[in-house]
Nanobody, 124 residues
Framework: QVQLVESGGGLVQAGGSLRLSCAAS????????MGWFRQAPGKERECVAAINWSGGNAYYPHSMKGRFAISRDNAKNTVALQMNSLNPEDTAVYYC?????????????????WGQGTQVTVSS
């Protein structure tokens, strides 16, 4: 049974930082790309960062470049998202997801496995 468990969400002031972590089990973690997505109320789920199987390639949407950093530890089956310079528009539920394949992808339809999500709230 595949399990993805996120942690590290919470309330932070604008300009602050948070680090999200995701622990994976029940899948061949080191052979899959991983992604972080978010969904705000009334909005579609969007990719905020993705990383390939080895950690050697990462993807960020333009609005996250320079603020967010994704990393992974294949020995520990974990993936992390460091978020800096947060603003109220970053408020959302953040999800960890495991992809079908090894290559980096922002397409949520290529992620069959999802965590339960962790709330991030940025106050102004």
């Amino acid at each position: 049974q595949v399990q993805l468990v996120e942690s590290g969400g919470g309330l932070v002031q604008a300009g602050g930082s948070l680090r999200l972590s995701c622990a994976a089990s029940g899948l061949t973690f080191s052979s899959r790309a991983m992604g972080w997505f978010r969904q705000a109320p009334g909005k579609e789920r969007e990719c905020v960062a993705a990383i390939n199987w080895s950690g050697g390639n990462a993807y960020y949407p333009h609005s996250m470049k320079g603020r967010f950093a994704i990393s992974r530890d294949n020995a520990k089956n974990t993936v992390a998202l460091q978020m800096n310079s947060l603003n109220p528009e970053d408020t959302a539920v953040y999800y960890c997801a495991a992809a079908l394949g090894a290559g980096t992808t922002w397409n949520k339809n290529r992620y069959p496995y999802w965590g339960q999500g962790t709330q991030v709230t940025v106050s102004s």
